[in-house]
């Protein structure tokens, strides 16, 4: 079943989860024996989250809240730790990550290391503003072409 893992580095991963045995494969993908939270941020889509990444001290994944963010189209709360994207099955089970979402996680994550590349010559005036700036870019790569 195909799912991608974002890394807190902004890197992304293919992944084939077994079908049985989707939840335990997520869980060691993500390095975590603890809670595993399910985010829906896309109708389509299950974010697969360490519960207790921020506890832990896990670094922010910027590539996954941007993505998030851009799919509830708000700027949310931080996500901590690696975090493995699925599809949703319409009853909320498990399911294989279709090409087009496939390709909106490739694009935000190539858009995050891109914009932090390019804050390092150009930093961002304040925090507020990084933010909007991201997050401005990611909802670009997730809405559908008019």
Known sequence: MRALRIAPDTAVR?????????????????????????????????????????????????????????????ALYPIHGPVVVTGRAEDGAVAALDDDLAQQVQAVAQTVRETLAEWRSRPPASNEAALSELLAYAVRDVVPSQ
């Open 14 to 74: 293919e992944l084939d989860l077994p079908e049985p045995g989707a939840q335990s494969a997520i869980r060691e993908h993500i390095g975590t024996s603890g809670a595993v939270d399910q985010g829906v941020y896309h109708r389509q889509t299950l974010l697969h989250i360490p519960g207790d990444g921020r506890v832990l001290g896990l670094a922010q994944n910027i590539t996954a809240w941007a993505l998030a963010s851009a799919w509830r189209g708000i």
